[in-house]
């Protein structure tokens, strides 16, 4: 009865001092993803894919439905649009009443980081459910040059939707994100209106969305810091997050590159473009903010790994 009494209070003194910690911590993102989980419990593993893979079943049906049945109003895509945010909406409650039934160890996250946990589940299920589609797209454009207007417009709508909830919901962001995430949500409104059969800036963006779009496993890393994982499976994790990531940031800056070079030597007083590159470029800097963090983190726990005794 004593030791139980000691231990229910040890703990909520460790999670009041995260709590603390997490007030007086600077907004930097870099600095808020090498925090070391707040002193709490993970996350049981289940409930949290549970909810994530039902989130994935719903944007890969709907992501299916527009492929099919292609949309090609702005109005219409605005209204995917408003439809689809108050889904993503309403899921991060749905998911808090669950996991806060299901999982004593979420309870004792902080209050301000829930929605954080909550909204990388949720994204990684989402873009996992795009992939497939943007697979299709970016094949179809860069191989085929088959640009259809339509099409990428539907999937730039769908893609801004977890970003669009994110600024809504979670309190805690870096300013780099938000300004990552308000980029994203500007992008899909000017998406609405350009004619990508012609060549223009327009492209550039679409095919930065469409490797971003497959960036899914990294927003699952960030949420499987607070899972009871395996450290053999986080390693692994961290590892594939960071090729992927790395490769998939390599190969989309070398094709910008090269595209808005050639824009810009047919027009150097292009309004559109430099609009374009200063807006992408703060996007540029959270990936850069990101990748750093993704390759710190292997090494700290093949540093973890080669240290632990046999």
Same mark, same amino acid.
């Given at each position: 009865?004593? *030791?139980?009494?000691?231990?229910? !209070?040890?703990?909520?003194?460790?999670?009041? =001092?995260?709590?603390?910690?997490?007030?007086?911590?600077?907004?930097?993102?870099?600095?808020? &993803?090498?925090?070391? $989980?707040?002193?709490?419990?993970?996350?049981?593993? *289940?409930? *949290?894919?549970?909810?994530?893979?039902? !989130?994935?079943?719903?944007?890969?049906?709907?992501?299916?439905? $527009? =492929?099919?049945?292609?949309?090609?109003?702005?109005? !219409?895509? &605005?209204?995917?649009?408003?439809?689809?945010?108050?889904?993503?909406?309403?899921?991060?409650?749905?998911?808090?009443?669950?996991?806060?039934? $299901?999982? !004593?160890?979420?309870?004792?996250?902080?209050?301000?980081?829930?929605?954080?946990?909550l909204s990388n589940l949720v994204k990684s299920g989402v873009l996992l459910a795009y992939s497939p589609i943007c697979i299709k797209l970016l094949y179809l454009t860069l191989a085929h040059g088959e640009w259809s207007t339509p099409r990428i417009r539907n999937m730039g709508v769908l893609y801004a939707i977890p970003d669009f909830v994110s600024l809504l919901l979670v309190k805690r962001m870096s300013m780099s994100?938000?300004?990552?995430?308000?980029c994203v949500v500007l992008f899909m409104l000017v998406n609405l209106f350009v004619e990508y059969e012609q060549e223009s800036v327009g492209r550039a963006l679409v095919v930065y969305a469409i490797f971003s779009t497959f960036a899914y496993l990294v927003n699952l890393l960030l949420a499987s810091r607070f899972l009871a994982i395996s450290a053999r499976l986080s390693l692994a994790m961290s590892a594939l997050a960071l090729v992927v990531y790395g490769a998939c940031l390599g190969i989309n800056w070398t094709w910008q590159l090269a595209f808005l070079g050639r824009l810009w030597m047919r027009d150097h007083t292009s309004l559109p473009l430099y609009v374009y590159m200063a807006l992408i470029s703060m996007v540029v800097y959270d990936d850069i903010v990101l990748i750093k963090w993704l390759w710190a983190n292997v090494v700290r726990k093949l540093g973890a790994a080669h240290s632990k005794p046999d």
């Open positions: 009865m004593c *030791a139980a009494a000691s231990a229910d !209070t040890s703990g909520k003194k460790r999670s009041d =001092e995260a709590n603390s910690s997490w007030r007086s911590s600077p907004v930097s993102r870099l600095r808020q &993803l090498n925090s070391q $989980l707040w002193a709490v419990d993970s996350l049981n593993v *289940a409930p *949290a894919f549970y909810l994530c893979g039902a !989130t994935f079943c719903v944007f890969a049906t709907l992501s299916v439905f $527009l =492929e099919v049945y292609v949309v090609s109003s702005a109005g !219409t895509q &605005l209204g995917i649009f408003a439809i689809g945010s108050y889904v993503v909406f309403s899921s991060y409650f749905v998911m808090d009443y669950y996991m806060a039934r $299901l999982s !004593t160890s979420y309870n004792a996250i902080p209050d301000d980081k829930k929605f954080y946990v994100t938000k300004v990552h995430h308000v």
